[in-house]
């Protein structure tokens, strides 16, 4: 694996940021440690680690579950909401990892939530969005992971701790308006 820093520099700090976003996640749902990172502002000088650790998570889980029937899905955290708010802000233009930012933000424990929250301002990625809950919802429920009203969400508790569980959309209707601004 090749993990080259200077590109990174040719990059708007917009899409870095958005990156940065997927890196979160997997500390939250994988890696305390690099949650930490975060959580702890040592972000630039730790790239490199942030980086590699998080595309690490990723390769394992891929390895482990090639065909999405059970550990993968956790690399959708924060997507289910996500994807509504991403259909839903096309017109907008929000990035995609600006609408996944947004969409673990009600996924985490109260608890969790405020550091979470302090990490993606940090980071200048959104922590809500100006949205119609309605159609955020209506656009959700077309999510190509849903099964029929269900859907596997994840949501983390404490960082590099994740619970897996089906839920019926409508459950997540109280989840984008706690997003909405």
Same mark, same amino acid.
């Given at each position: 694996m090749l993990v080259d820093l200077d590109l990174l520099a040719t990059l708007d700090s917009r899409l870095v940021s958005e990156g940065l976003a997927e890196a979160l996640k997997m500390g939250l749902t994988s890696d305390a440690a690099l949650f930490e990172l975060f959580d702890n502002g040592n972000i630039d000088e730790n790239m490199d680690e942030i980086i590699t650790r998080s595309l690490m998570i990723k390769k394992? #889980?891929?390895?482990?579950? /090639?065909? /999405?029937?059970? %550990?993968?899905?956790?690399?959708?955290?924060?997507?289910?909401?996500?994807?509504?708010?991403? $259909?839903? /802000?096309? @017109?907008?233009? %929000?990035?995609?990892? /600006?609408? #996944? $930012?947004?969409? +673990? #933000?009600? +996924? #985490?424990?109260?608890? %969790? @939530?405020? @550091?979470?929250?302090?990490?993606?301002?940090?980071?200048?990625?959104?922590?809500s969005v100006d949205l119609n809950a309605d159609e955020v919802y209506e656009a959700m429920t077309h999510d190509k992971k849903g099964e029929g009203d269900q859907v596997t969400v994840i949501t983390v508790s404490k960082p590099g701790e994740y619970e897996m569980k089906k839920v019926r959309f409508k459950e997540l209707y109280p989840k984008i308006q706690m997003i909405g601004i």
């Amino acid at each position: 694996m090749l993990v080259d820093l200077d590109l990174l520099a040719t990059l708007d700090s917009r899409l870095v940021s958005e990156g940065l976003a997927e890196a979160l996640k997997m500390g939250l749902t994988s890696d305390a440690a690099l949650f930490e990172l975060f959580d702890n502002g040592n972000i630039d000088e730790n790239m490199d680690e942030i980086i590699t650790r998080s595309l690490m998570i990723k390769k394992n #889980v891929v390895e482990q579950d /090639e065909k /999405e029937q059970g %550990l993968r899905k956790i690399l959708n955290f924060g997507h289910t909401i996500g994807h509504g708010i991403e $259909a839903y /802000e096309e @017109r907008h233009g %929000l990035y995609h990892g /600006e609408c #996944v $930012a947004i969409g +673990m #933000v009600p +996924m #985490v424990s109260d608890d %969790l @939530r405020p @550091r979470l929250i302090k990490i993606l301002e940090s980071l200048q990625l959104p922590t809500s969005v100006d949205l119609n809950a309605d159609e955020v919802y209506e656009a959700m429920t077309h999510d190509k992971k849903g099964e029929g009203d269900q859907v596997t969400v994840i949501t983390v508790s404490k960082p590099g701790e994740y619970e897996m569980k089906k839920v019926r959309f409508k459950e997540l209707y109280p989840k984008i308006q706690m997003i909405g601004i």
